[in-house]
């Protein structure tokens, strides 16, 4: 489930509301729909395949609600400033001051 809350925190970066538009871009919908569907086969039907087991609705819900939490999380990195520097470019710089010749 948190696949699914994931997918819509990552549609757009810059924008804090994640739900603008959603119903306008099918393809997106149509992805949501089959990820849903497909998660809850595998839960539900494949038990030996997967080896996973049934899930009562209470079981749902708890799931629901631990992947709802990535929503709020999402939206408050939305407003961690990034720097225009990649934060690797400082990882070579450590690299390359600590070589000895």
């Given at each position: 489930m948190c696949q699914v809350f994931n997918e819509f925190n990552s549609r757009s970066f810059e924008k804090k509301n994640v739900f603008k538009g959603v119903l306008r871009n099918r393809l997106f919908v149509g992805i949501i729909v089959v990820t849903v569907v497909l998660q809850a086969v595998?839960?539900?039907l494949l038990k030996k395949f997967a080896d996973t087991v049934r899930l009562?609705?209470?079981e749902w819900g708890v799931c629901v609600a631990i992947a709802a939490v990535t929503w709020p999380i999402g939206w408050v990195v939305k407003f961690v400033p990034v720097g225009k520097k990649p934060v690797f470019s400082y990882l070579k710089l450590l690299r390359c001051g600590?070589?000895?010749t």
């Open positions: 595998m839960v539900e009562s609705f209470a600590s070589k000895t």
